[in-house]
Structure formats: C-alpha cells, structure tokens
C-alpha cells in the first residue's frame, strides 16, 4: 500500500478530502509523523501563489501527518498536487526510511511512504488566503505541541499571527 507523509495543508483530513479522491477521510485517518532529512519550506510556486514545499536538508526535520492512498485515489492526488504538470510542481519520492511515525499505524513489510519533493523552488508568488487556511484548521485539529513544532520546522516562518490558532 501507498502512504502519503503530508506536511502542509495535507495535516488535516479537510485538506486530504479536497483532492478529488474517491476515499472520505476523517481524523482517525491520519497518523502523526516526522519526516527526518527534510525542511518545510515557502517555495513551491503553481500559476502565481505560494505553498509549501520540502527541500533535502540533512540537520533539520518536518512533523505531519501520514495518511493512505489507495491505488484508484492515485490519478487524481497526482492532478492535485501538480506531479502531474508539465513542468511538475513536485515530485512524489519515497521516504519510507526517513519517516517516524506513531506507533499505532503498523506498517507491513511492503507498505511504502511517499511525499511531495518541490521541483523548482523558489520564493515568488502570494501565499493563498485558502491556503493558510486549511493549515490553520489543520493545526487546530492536531493541538498547541504539533503548531509550535509546525511553525519551528517551517522557513522562513510567518509574521505573528499567521498562524491563527
């Protein structure tokens, strides 16, 4: 089986759910991880705005969620995602080996975690209102713990109160 480590607007199950996918997500969903060998960062730009991306970093590391993706939910998570873009907007890489996550999601053998690499950074563009947005209710959701890490593992981090929780 596929997994997905998300590690912006993919924390919450709201943010799953709008992708076109055929599966429903709910909370229950979605495990807590990090993601060792990465940083999050404000540089994956798609028609003009602004998301987050993750770039290779050896010293750093980026907490999020870990979710499954079944195999006819593919096509349309690549859509979403911009992987499918020409030029692509990430690239869907596999970090089974980087990733730590909780103990009640066991993993077989098999199961392989994957996550969405920027494919050309950069810094130009306006972040989405809607963007933030959906990191604020997934930030709610996962409590005051995972916000602090979230915003000590993010680059550059936002004005005060950005982050509205």
């Given at each position: 089986?596929k997994?997905?480590f998300?590690?912006?607007?993919l924390?919450?199950h709201?943010?799953?759910?709008?992708?076109?996918?055929d599966?429903?997500?709910?909370?229950?969903?979605?495990?807590?991880a990090?993601?060792?060998?990465?940083?999050?960062v404000?540089n994956?730009?798609?028609?003009?705005?602004?998301?987050?991306?993750?770039?290779q970093?050896?010293?750093?590391?980026?907490?999020g969620?870990?979710?499954?993706l079944?195999e006819?939910?593919v096509?349309?998570f690549?859509?979403?995602?911009?992987?499918?873009?020409?030029?692509?907007?990430?690239?869907?890489?596999?970090?089974t080996?980087l990733?730590?996550?909780?103990e009640?999601?066991?993993l077989?053998?098999?199961?392989r975690?994957?996550?969405?690499?920027?494919?050309?950074?950069?810094?130009?563009?306006?972040?989405?209102?809607?963007?933030?947005?959906?990191?604020?209710?997934?930030?709610?959701?996962?409590?005051?713990e995972?916000?602090?890490?979230?915003?000590?593992?993010?680059?550059?981090?936002?004005?005060?109160?950005?982050?509205?929780?």
């Amino acid at each position: 089986m596929k997994w997905v480590f998300g590690y912006g607007s993919l924390i919450t199950h709201h943010g799953v759910n709008g992708r076109g996918m055929d599966f429903r997500y709910t909370p229950a969903h979605l495990y807590e991880a990090n993601l060792k060998g990465y940083q999050r960062v404000w540089n994956a730009e798609w028609h003009g705005e602004l998301f987050l991306g993750l770039v290779q970093s050896d010293c750093h590391y980026v907490n999020g969620v870990v979710f499954s993706l079944f195999e006819i939910d593919v096509p349309p998570f690549f859509d979403s995602e911009g992987i499918n873009d020409n030029p692509p907007m990430y690239t869907f890489e596999d970090v089974t080996e980087l990733v730590d996550v909780e103990e009640s999601l066991n993993l077989s053998f098999d199961d392989r975690i994957f996550t969405c690499v920027t494919v050309n950074p950069t810094s130009k563009g306006k972040i989405p209102r809607h963007y933030i947005s959906l990191i604020n209710v997934g930030l709610r959701l996962r409590g005051e713990e995972f916000k602090k890490e979230f915003i000590n593992t993010t680059f550059p981090n936002m004005p005060e109160g950005y982050y509205d929780i």
